[in-house]
């Protein structure tokens, strides 16, 4: 097999441009929230809800901060007063890998809190304490939704029926949204001229039109690349004398080897992405699919299969399914930007044909690829 980066051999360059030295989404995202309170005993009031709103973002690709304020009204057990609160906490969490869109984590958080009654102006000042474990799951690329269970530990001076700390268990809920463009690695694709570094077998003809890629040195070809015959005769017309031509009967416009024997060409799209769990396209992939469509225009005799592939995440049904349906997108946005689709297929792999392992994250992310494979 004949493996090909796209930007060699059909004249693009793919280059990578990472914002900073950051290969992690690190924009600020903003998260209003909502919380089901139910309080400690102790404190003689009811369940009620406190809303919030917290400013952050991932510090690595694993940690993330966040500033958040929130204010809740509660009823006395025994009627009178409200008690009103309002807080102001810094939250730490640890997030694990992200797996079908879905990323768990655990956290800690310190604040303070102030509490009062509706009808007075006096108020007291309590430390906090929060711990925080729970789940998010990524809806697109700037919105997340993140559901938590918090336990909060607060630290009073005799505020309520003379005890000096309170246990509350909060199921929180919020919905994130992030600010600006990310700055995770990007792909950035340009056409330029590279005549010398497109024809492999050095026989004057570019490797996009090649159909005999590995023409002996010297040989005299014609304009497909094919070494000109005229003594021994090319039965299937491939290039290839017959007395050299392992295999006769290639099939017509096959790319072949010296034996005459086909010679399977894959070209990756290096830089052509998803968004997590889905067959959507991130806004970098359209660059390189552009330039593709250009230079597939050019070279109108280059027939293609679009090749779809996972990393080993999920099950192999999901994965085929995922694959087939990412495959079926990109060759749906060829054809609609001018390739022809008689010159194209489109099939997915799943995980069945990795070209890295799947124990690390950086193997995982060269799994999950695009290819064109030359017909």
């Known amino acids: 097999m004949k493996k090909i980066v796209l930007g060699a ?7 990578i441009g990472i914002a900073g030295d950051n290969n992690y989404d690190d ?28 400013l952050g973002k991932f510090i690595t690709e694993k940690k993330s901060l966040d500033l958040e304020v929130g204010r809740g009204s509660y009823n006395y057990n025994s009627g009178g007063e409200n008690l009103q609160l309002r807080s102001m906490s810094i939250i730490g969490r640890h997030h694990f890998t992200e797996k079908q869109g879905y990323r768990p984590f655990v956290g800690l958080g310190l604040g303070a809190m102030s509490n009062s009654t509706k009808f007075t102006s006096n108020s007291k000042r309590e430390a906090v304490a929060l711990l925080v474990a729970g789940l998010s799951k990524t ?7 993140k559901t938590e269970f918090r336990f909060r530990i607060e630290n009073s ?9 309170f246990n509350d268990k909060i199921i929180n809920t919020g919905l994130s949204y992030a600010l600006g463009e990310t700055s995770a690695p990007t792909t950035k694709t340009d056409l330029v ?11 004057g003809v570019s490797d996009a039109d090649d159909r005999c890629p590995n023409s002996p040195a010297g040989a005299k070809v014609d304009a497909s690349g094919c070494t000109i015959v005229n003594i021994d005769g090319d039965d299937d017309n491939d290039g290839v004398a017959n007395s050299k031509d392992a295999c006769p009967n290639s099939r017509p416009g096959a790319v072949v080897g010296s034996d005459g024997c086909e010679v399977k060409v894959v070209i990756e799209l290096q830089g052509v992405h998803f ?4 067959s959507t396209l991130k806004p970098e992939s359209i660059d390189i699919l552009n330039a593709a469509v250009k230079t597939l225009g050019e070279h109108g005799s280059i027939m293609v299969e679009v090749a779809g592939h996972t990393d080993s995440r999920a099950s192999d049904a999901y994965n085929q399914a995922l694959s087939q349906r990412r495959a079926e997108v990109v060759y749906k946005y060829l054809v609609a930007h001018g390739v022809a689709d ?11 044909q990795p070209i890295a392992t799947n124990d690390t994250e950086e193997g995982m992310a060269k799994n999950r690829r695009t290819e064109l494979i030359v017909k």
């Open 275 to 278: 968004d997590t769990d889905k």
């Open 139 to 145: 809806i697109s690329e700037k919105w997340k939704l």
């Open 9 to 15: 051999s059909l004249a693009l360059t793919a280059g």
């Open 27 to 54: 924009r600020w995202y903003v998260t209003p929230n909502v919380s089901f309170v139910k309080p400690d005993n102790a404190k003689g009031v009811g369940s009620d809800l406190e809303l919030g709103i917290a």
């Open 157 to 165: 001076d005799d505020t309520f029926s003379g005890e000096n700390r």
């Open 342 to 352: 008689s010159r194209m297929t489109w099939k997915g792999y799943g995980e069945s």
């Open 193 to 203: 001229e590279q005549a010398p570094q497109l024809d492999g077998d050095n026989d």
